[in-house]
């Protein structure tokens, strides 16, 4: 098999920490297998198959890989028996007998062998398996939080309490269990999850000459109104596409539909200001201003009846 300078670069360096990065379908899968086999296949090397660790993260490609590596090795086999290289063939026949014993698996499989082995210095049942399944760690997940909440609740923490009317509704606490669970998730994606926890507070200590301006989730918050805004303009524009096929229909419901869409299209035009809040807080301010005065004209209208509202005529939508 040909080889790239790079993949060739790849198989080649040795004796040093090694990263590679490269897209699917490039030839992964390959060169790994075939750096293995240089390496086991080399008795100067000093390397032996089962003294490789070798992780993948589905079962599937640990076979496969074991499958290519086992292969490999016995066409190096063949080519050394061919060659009449004794000391290399016998090297080789060891190599093919150790591969049934080399850590070549998932990296699930890899640490639950690790515990099974080192149970006595982790202070664990040699029973421990990791669940796969994605149920049983939402059941389980489930369980640990009513646990800790029955606690909670037994307690009568202020603060626990308080944000408990917060986030529930009634008597029922499923919101601020979703909640929970949603902040469990990510944070333990974070490469520091407590120290993600630990800095949440952070954002809630507002100094006392704080204006809304310098809050730091603002422009967040603004930012998906207005992108909200953006959408449902879309979706008025499809609409008047289908007023302008009904003249009716364009007479009873355009003036309404226009002064909606007028709203909508001034939500959307704060992105500006939003981009460059340093230049446009006055500008930000107006036209938040004069969007609250739409809202008001708005109750307004609903408050008037759908009658009154359908009997205004002649005036085309933006």
């Not at 100067?44 to 490789?52: A, F, Q």
Request: with cysteine; hydrophobic share 40%.
């Amino acid at each position: 098999m040909s080889w790239t300078p790079q993949q060739e670069e790849a198989l080649r360096i040795r004796n040093k920490n090694l990263l590679l990065s490269a897209a699917a379908g490039s030839g992964k899968t390959a060169v790994l297998t075939e750096r293995i086999t240089r390496l086991a296949a080399d008795p100067e090397s000093h390397t032996g198959i089962h003294e490789l660790l070798v992780l993948t993260f589905t079962k599937a490609a640990a076979s496969e890989m074991k499958s290519r590596i086992s292969a490999s090795l016995t066409r190096e086999l063949e080519a050394a028996d061919a060659a009449k290289d004794l000391p290399l063939v016998r090297h080789l026949e060891r190599q093919i007998s150790l591969l049934s014993s080399a850590q070549i698996s998932t990296l699930d499989a890899f640490f639950q062998s690790l515990v099974r082995q080192y149970f006595y210095l982790l202070d664990l049942d040699p029973k421990t398996r990791i669940m796969a399944d994605e149920n049983d760690a939402r059941i389980l997940a489930d369980d640990v939080l009513t646990e800790v909440l029955e606690r909670w609740y037994e307690e009568e923490d202020p603060d626990f309490l308080t944000t408990c009317d917060l986030f529930a509704s009634g008597h029922q606490d499923q919101a601020l269990r979703q909640m929970i669970l949603r902040m469990h998730r990510y944070a333990s994606s974070m490469p520091f999850p407590d120290v993600w926890l630990t800095r949440l507070p952070s954002a809630y200590e507002i100094p006392e000459d704080a204006t809304l301006d310098t809050l730091p989730w603002t422009q967040p918050i603004l930012s998906e109104l207005i992108d909200t805004a953006g959408k449902i303009c879309d979706l008025y524009r499809q609409s008047f596409s289908l007023l302008d096929l009904h003249d009716i229909a364009r007479d009873v419901y355009g003036e309404t539909l226009s002064q909606e869409y007028a709203f909508f299209h001034l939500a959307g035009t704060l992105r500006h200001a939003l981009l460059y809040p340093e230049k446009n807080v006055g500008p930000l301010r107006c036209q938040s201003q004069s969007l609250r005065h739409q809202v008001h004209g708005f109750q307004q209208i609903s408050g008037s009846g759908s009658d009154q509202n359908a009997s205004r005529h002649g005036q085309r939508y933006l």
